[in-house]
């Protein structure tokens, strides 16, 4: 089956808002997985969609996750993820 890649983003974005994904966390997390399967890596493209709704169900991903700053010094900055997707944290990370 050959997908487009617009409508695979609203796919993944859509099942991710009904698992209680922020709207904008779901954007980000979407459109990643779907550049990742253009880029040639399908192993960590959609086919980790079903893990990611595993997760988010039993409370290995945090829809609520309080994303902040542990330690900021010269040259470092240290996040605690609250165990938010790692798209979403890194992100946060690099605006940092």
Do not use: S
């Given at each position: 089956?050959?997908?487009?890649?617009?409508?695979?983003l609203?796919?993944?974005?859509?099942?991710l808002?009904v698992?209680?994904?922020r709207?904008?966390?779901?954007?980000?997390v979407?459109?990643?997985?779907?550049?990742?399967?253009?880029?040639?890596?399908?192993?960590?493209?959609?086919?980790?969609?079903?893990?990611?709704?595993?997760?988010?169900?039993?409370?290995?991903?945090?829809?609520?996750?309080?994303?902040?700053?542990?330690r900021?010094g010269?040259?470092?900055?240290?996040?605690?993820?609250?165990?938010?997707?790692?798209?979403?944290?890194?992100?946060?990370?690099?605006?940092?």
């Amino acid at each position: 089956m050959i997908i487009q890649a617009d409508e695979l983003l609203r796919i993944v974005r859509e099942v991710l808002c009904v698992e209680r994904v922020r709207p904008e966390d779901a954007d980000l997390v979407a459109q990643n997985l779907v550049d990742t399967n253009l880029a040639g890596h399908d192993t960590h493209g959609v086919a980790r969609l079903p893990r990611y709704v595993k997760d988010l169900r039993d409370g290995g991903i945090n829809v609520d996750a309080k994303i902040k700053v542990q330690r900021d010094g010269p040259g470092v900055v240290v996040f605690d993820g609250d165990w938010c997707f790692g798209q979403v944290v890194a992100m946060r990370a690099v605006d940092a």
